[in-house]
């Protein structure tokens, strides 16, 4: 199935506006400018579903995006950024921890992190924190257009160590101007909903 439709759902500022129905959803997370909302466009040939900026921290809430009526992507808000109060950065925490733990129709969660740094304690709490949930712990590394063919093993090394990955917990590096990884994505996509028992399945895009 090709997707011939993608369009925002709500942007949700607390749970009783969250879709009520049985969609599979797919959420992603990490840190502000990491590239999530850029990741969710470029998934579905949009340029512009998803909010993205270059000021980080613009996204202070859940944004759901519906793909042609079969599952949705959810746009976490990014943590981690500096500039903001303690008082927003709590509600902020309890905002995504509460969509992580409540949320039925949630397949998986997806940790987005920039294959150019090592991931951030923010980071290594939210990996941590998605293994304990009973999640796979898949990590998107960002922006791999921005690193050199020979530096990038040892980032994904990095990233994998830091985060204290099971070898065979699944690291995909993508690039949302290159569209590396994803076809990759794509079919863990398909994994993922034929292991959950949903009869879908999304062709090359
Ligand atoms: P918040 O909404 O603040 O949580 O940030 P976000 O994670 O949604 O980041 P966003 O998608 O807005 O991207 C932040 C910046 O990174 C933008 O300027 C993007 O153009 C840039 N960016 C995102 N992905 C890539 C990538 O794969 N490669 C490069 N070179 N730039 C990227
Ligand atoms: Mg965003």
Known sequence: MKIANSKIVISAAWKEQWPDDK????AFAG????GKSTLINMLVNRIKLAYTSSRPGKTRIINFYDIDGKIRFVDLPGYGFAKVAKTEKAKWGKMIEGYLSERENLIEVILLVDLRH????DDVTMYSWIKTMGFNGIVIGTKADKVKRAQ?????NLIRKTL???SDDYLLPMSSPS?????DFWDMINQLLEINGFEIKFEKQ
């Not at 969609?23 to 797919?26: L, N």
């Not at 840190?31 to 990491?34: A, F, P, Y």
């Open 23 to 26: 969609i599979p959803e797919f």
């Open 31 to 34: 840190r502000s400018n990491v």
């Open 118 to 121: 090592k991931p951030s304690l």
């Open 152 to 156: 990038l093993p040892k980032n994904l």
């Open 164 to 166: 204290n990955m099971d």
């Open 179 to 183: 569209k590396r990884g994803k076809y």
